[in-house]
């Protein structure tokens, strides 16, 4: 039976819904390292939204959709 890896990803409108203030707090950086606020960081997710992103992944995936999350990847079965 094949088997596949998934990997994490955040639901923007599921954190933007649940989330209180204080989770947003070091979620995403500036171009120049320093972290957003709380306020900058709705905000991104916000604009990511409107671009149509519903999902954005935690770490790289080279099978991501952002409308649905990490497609997977096969895992190889060992003999």
């Known amino acids: ?3 596949t890896q998934v990997h994490l990803s955040l639901d923007v ?3 933007l819904k649940n989330a ?5 707090r070091g979620m995403f950086r500036h171009d120049d390292g320093r972290l957003m606020t709380p306020d900058e960081a709705k905000s991104r ?4 939204l409107a671009k ?10 080279d099978n991501f959709d952002p ?5 997977g990847h096969p895992i190889e079965e060992s003999a």
């Open 13 to 15: 409108k599921g954190f």
């Open 45 to 48: 997710l916000l604009d990511e």
């Open 67 to 71: 409308r649905s999350g990490c497609l």
């Open 1 to 3: 039976m094949a088997r």
């Open 52 to 61: 149509g992103n519903e999902f954005l992944p935690f770490g790289k995936c």
């Open 20 to 24: 209180p203030k204080h989770r947003y």
